[in-house]
C-alpha cells in the first residue's frame, strides 16, 4: 500500500523560505514521475513543479525561478525547496506519484 506524507509546512514571511519534504513508502519511487500540487483557499489544485525518474525538472510559470524540485530515490522522499516566498504561494501543498496523494502540507505566507 503506497503512503504519501507531506511535510516541512508554516508560517513564513514574504521573502521568506521553506523546503518540503514528500515521502513515499510501498513504492519504489525511482521509476516515477513525482509532481508537486498547490490549492489556495477558494481555489481549484494546480500543479506547480514535476520531476522525471531521471531527475529532469519542470515549473509553473508562477514558481518557475524561485522553486526547486529534487529526489533522493535512496530515501524515497522528494523535496521543493521553495525561496523568496509570497503571499499568494499560500495554500496546502500535496505530492503525488503513480495518480495517488498525499493528504497534503499547510503553507502560509503573510507577514
Known amino acids: 500500500q503506497v503512503q504519501i506524507v507531506e511535510s516541512g509546512g508554516g508560517l513564513v514571511q514574504p521573502g521568506g523560505s521553506m523546503r518540503l519534504s514528500c515521502t513515499i513508502s510501498?513504492?519504489?519511487?525511482?521509476?516515477?514521475?513525482v509532481s508537486w500540487h498547490r490549492q489556495a483557499p477558494g481555489n481549484q489544485r494546480e500543479w506547480v513543479a514535476a520531476?522525471?525518474?531521471?531527475?529532469?525538472?519542470r515549473y509553473s510559470a508562477s514558481v518557475k525561478g524561485r522553486f526547486m524540485i529534487s529526489r533522493d530515490n535512496a530515501k524515497s522522499t522528494v523535496y521543493l525547496q521553495m525561496n523568496n516566498l509570497r503571499v499568494e504561494d499560500t495554500g496546502v501543498y500535496f505530492c503525488?506519484?503513480?495518480?495517488?496523494w498525499g493528504k497534503g502540507t499547510l503553507v502560509t505566507v503573510s507577514s
Open positions: 510501498g513504492i519504489m519511487i525511482g521509476t516515477y514521475g
Open positions: 520531476i522525471t525518474p531521471s531527475a529532469i525538472d
Open positions: 503525488k506519484i503513480d495518480e495517488k
